[in-house]
């Protein structure tokens, strides 16, 4: 049993996730707590909490004059479609209309794909496979979370900058922060240790899902990173240390989604049972879950947990963050 959140504990006896890790800060300090095979400080897949960092580049661009938030994105990725009337905001917050290619069969890193979970994958071919089909409807006409966007957004960081957008987040984010636990892996199919082990159901049994190359997902979801770095990485972004005071009123403007948060550019506004709002951002790679989030208090809690079977009920999780911010 774990000592710190006895909850997590109870998660692996229960046989929802193989481990869980989670990190709460707040002004009296840091709390942190593992069970199963997860370990305090351990790696995991951060997933989609890629988007965040992501976001926060293209936002430091507009805040340089290189990028306009209301600009057409053809005007600095070629090939995406409707990129001659789809903004780069709608980019960043999902009403483009973007088919995600991660719809197609054999193309989600959320399911078990084999030995072709090794494959590496160029952005220029995620984007061609989402140009194949149908937009879900003209810009800004609905809202439709695709991964599709995120790889226009990693494109458009690298047209604008010349540079990877692995290293733009590298040189603008981790280093100024000292986030060293967090890391872009390219098409590294590991993670540093310590780090719990990923596993899925196939044809009935369970798998060892640990291992794969992440370019799949690029810059919609291949990074690995620690409680404590998302913890840091999310107070200094939302407490408005790496961007202006208008593009982080521009990433906190969201827009409805039918679903259990409200949606910025980059950003998850999650509205718990109690009244309460935070920020932040989920995030899956099969085998990983993840929830980094942050209330305007400046209480911030990171979690990370392997599901196995039926995986996690929702009011477990829902009941954890009650418990941390209300």
Request: with cysteine; net charge negative.
């Amino acid at each position: 049993m774990s000592g710190v959140f006895p909850v997590l504990g109870d998660w692996v006896e229960q046989g929802w996730v193989s481990g869980a890790l989670l990190t709460v800060e707040d002004p009296t300090g840091v709390r942190a707590d593992a069970a199963g095979e997860a370990e305090v400080g351990g790696y995991f897949r951060i997933g989609s909490v890629t988007k965040t960092f992501v976001a926060t580049v293209v936002l430091q661009l507009v805040d340089e004059g290189w990028v306009g938030l209301d600009d057409p994105v053809g005007t600095y990725v070629d090939g995406v479609p409707n990129g001659d009337r789809m903004t780069v905001r709608q980019v960043l917050n999902h009403t483009s209309g973007l088919y995600d290619y991660a719809h197609e069969e054999g193309m989600s890193t959320n399911r078990w794909r084999g030995a072709a979970r090794f494959r590496g994958y160029r952005p220029e071919e995620l984007l061609a496979v989402a140009a194949s089909r149908e937009p879900y409807f003209g810009p800004g006409q609905g809202w439709h979370y695709s991964n599709t966007n995120y790889v226009v957004a990693g494109m458009l960081v690298e047209r604008v900058t010349g540079r990877t957008y692995g290293d733009e987040v590298r040189s603008r984010v981790l280093r100024p922060l000292g986030l060293t636990g967090t890391i872009v892996p390219g098409q590294w199919a590991g993670l540093p240790e310590p780090h719990a082990r990923g596993y899925t159901e196939v044809d009935g049994r369970v798998v060892d899902a640990t291992l794969m190359n992440p370019s799949l997902d690029w810059a919609a979801g291949e990074m690995i990173s620690t409680a404590a770095d998302l913890d840091r990485f999310f107070d200094a972004l939302l407490g408005g240390r790496l961007t202006s005071a208008a593009s982080l009123a521009a990433m906190r403007q969201t827009v409805p989604t039918g679903t259990v948060f409200a949606y910025g550019l980059g950003l998850q506004r999650f509205d718990l049972p109690c009244g309460r709002s935070v920020w932040g951002h989920g995030g899956e790679l099969i085998g990983y879950l993840t929830y980094a989030t942050r209330a305007d208090d400046g209480r911030r809690a990171a979690l990370s947990y392997n599901p196995l079977g039926d995986g996690l009920p929702g009011e477990e999780l829902i009941g954890l963050f009650e418990s941390v911010y209300c």
